[in-house]
């Protein structure tokens, strides 16, 4: 099943304040630029893929986006979460037309595109448990939100 993922409390982040997704989305890749996850090529990337590949989920009434871009800027692998204080509109991934107002990011910064597919199949079981959601949601710190994921995804 391999490894047991660490989540690193610097890149986390609880009702984060953002005034739409590409603000969310920058704030975000800051941290994992400052905490040396990727390169500083990261943030831009990431905000250009997602509007060529939206990545909103409509998951009930806890909207989810998993933001991810290419391998090559990333230096070692590490997954962002963030809870907004206000959901954001993001394009919906089944279709540029349809938003979805979403309260947590999974942002994936994976340095191998085989950990990467294996990552977003183990987000999608993450993300159908509505309770799980709902925890992750009215997390009031970063050691919740920890708490709630340990043990919830493997590399």
Known sequence: MGTCFEFDREVMAVCLEARDQ???LKKMAQKLYK?????ETYSEAIILRERSFPTGLPTGINGVAIPHTDV?????PMIAVGTLKTP???KSMGGLEETVPVKIIFMLAMNSGDNQVRLLS???????DQHLLQQLAAAKSV?????????????
């Open 72 to 76: 090559c800027h990333v230096k070692a």
């Open 35 to 39: 905490a040396d996850y990727v390169l």
């Open 122 to 128: 183990q987000l999608m079981q993450v993300i159908q």
């Open 88 to 90: 954001v509109e993001f």
């Open 22 to 24: 590409e603000d969310v």
């Open 143 to 155: 050691s919740d939100l920890v708490e709630l994921l340990n043990g919830k995804i493997y590399l």
